[in-house]
């Protein structure tokens, strides 16, 4: 499978050997190095003594996917849903009738796993009014990112990556890093059991990775730079937007504000659902599949050799708890601060289970129950948290309690 593109993989490396050029842009940022963890919050509750909550403050959405709180003051949250739309909710006036955005003509929403999935505003949104959209796009559901503009209603085609043999394992989510301001897109590996086609442990494709860019700029006909230190740069072999491989189908993940690390939920074959931590350094690390499926060897003869796999930090069996991860985000809030801070929480689509990691994803806990169905996790601008879910077609608000000890 290869990647539709309105320029050339020379080009694009030839224009990263200039160091004084644009892809030289960002070095030297704190994607470097991981900060140090925060401290912990003096009397916080363990773990296993928090209890989600969840609040449904809306409702008649239609198929949401994914979810972001636009840093512009309004204080709103953007919903996409699946066919194309997307939809905004404040607060005070709850959610809007109509679409702000829809680009249901570009879609190709055929099939339960393709649509638009993923949503992104950058950080001079406020200014620009520019929204970065993962979708599937016409006529064959080649996995697509774009900008587009909410002033003018257009949208440039950014990355089209083809995905022609199978409707599933699109991925489709999208995020800004905090302080590199990198745009990181995740990609699943192309569909059919087994990975057929073995597009997870390849780096000349985009399919079963993360991707990440600088869309901040252009490097010549490229309207986006290739970041200095992508580990696949200048690799001939290989695609230079790559950062990690080895994914499966990385539906949802999220960057913690603090840490700066990604937190990567891959869906699994059937037998073990994950959740991955990947330290802001962790470029070029490769998540396993399909080697591995969880910390299990899956198949054999797709081991490279030599090759030192990222083991997931947590792990659950698909046909016991569920059916296929949700992965959430690190709550960095101010409600639930003194007893939530730093706790990741993720669940899954089919059981509802709220799975709780600490920040450095060393300890886990069950804290409750989602709604049912739940499709994506999504943040205010001020790090509240929210869900919604798939065919209800409902918006909840998330919150934290100490659990009641139990007799």
Request: with cysteine; proline share 6%.
């Amino acid at each position: 499978m290869s990647r539709r593109r309105h320029w050339t993989l020379r080009a694009l490396l030839a224009l990263s050997l200039t160091a004084a050029g644009p892809l030289a842009h960002g070095a030297m940022t704190a994607q470097a190095q991981e900060p140090a963890p925060t401290a912990e919050v003096e009397n916080a509750p363990a773990l296993d003594e928090l209890a989600i909550t969840t609040e449904q403050v809306a409702f008649g959405l239609s198929r949401p996917t994914a979810l972001t709180g636009p840093d512009d003051g309004t204080g709103r949250l953007l919903i996409a849903q699946k066919a194309g739309t997307v939809r905004a909710y404040h607060p005070d006036t709850g959610l809007e009738t109509q679409p702000i955005l829809d680009i249901s003509t570009l879609v190709n929403a055929s099939g339960n796993e393709r649509g638009l999935l993923g949503i992104a505003t950058a950080h001079d949104f406020a200014d620009t009014q520019q929204v970065y959209l993962s979708y599937t796009a016409q006529p064959d559901g080649a996995v697509t990112l774009a900008r587009h503009d909410l002033d003018d209603g257009t949208t440039e085609v950014l990355i089209s990556q083809e995905h022609p043999d199978y409707t599933n394992h699109n991925g489709g989510d999208i995020a800004f890093g905090r302080t590199d301001q990198y745009l990181y897109w995740s990609l699943g590996d192309g569909g059919g059991a087994g990975d057929p086609n073995n597009n997870g442990q390849r780096i000349d494709t985009l399919l079963g990775k993360i991707v990440r860019i600088d869309v901040s700029t252009n490097c010549g006909p490229v309207p986006y730079c290739v970041p200095w230190d992508n580990p696949y740069l200048h690799d001939p072999k290989a695609e230079p937007e790559i950062w990690v491989s080895g994914l499966r189908n990385p539906w949802r993940f999220s960057i913690d504000p603090v840490t700066h690390a990604v937190w990567v939920a891959d869906v699994g074959q059937g037998r073990w659902e994950e959740i991955n931590r990947l330290g802001a350094w962790a470029g070029g690390s490769n998540l396993g599949w399909s080697c591995k499926e969880g910390l299990e060897i899956f198949n054999a003869d797709r081991c490279l050799p030599g090759a030192v796999y990222h083991d997931p930090v947590y792990t659950y069996e698909t046909s016991v708890d569920g059916c296929a991860v949700i992965g959430g985000h690190v709550y960095r809030g101010q409600e639930y601060a003194d007893i939530a801070d730093g706790v990741y929480v993720a669940t899954d689509y089919c059981s509802s289970t709220a799975f709780a990691l600490t920040a450095d994803g060393q300890e886990s806990a069950r804290i409750g129950t989602f709604p049912t169905q739940v499709t994506a996790f999504g943040t205010t601008a001020d790090g509240e948290q929210y869900v919604v879910n798939d065919l209800p077609g409902q918006l909840h608000r998330v919150g934290f309690e100490v659990a009641a000890p139990q007799n």
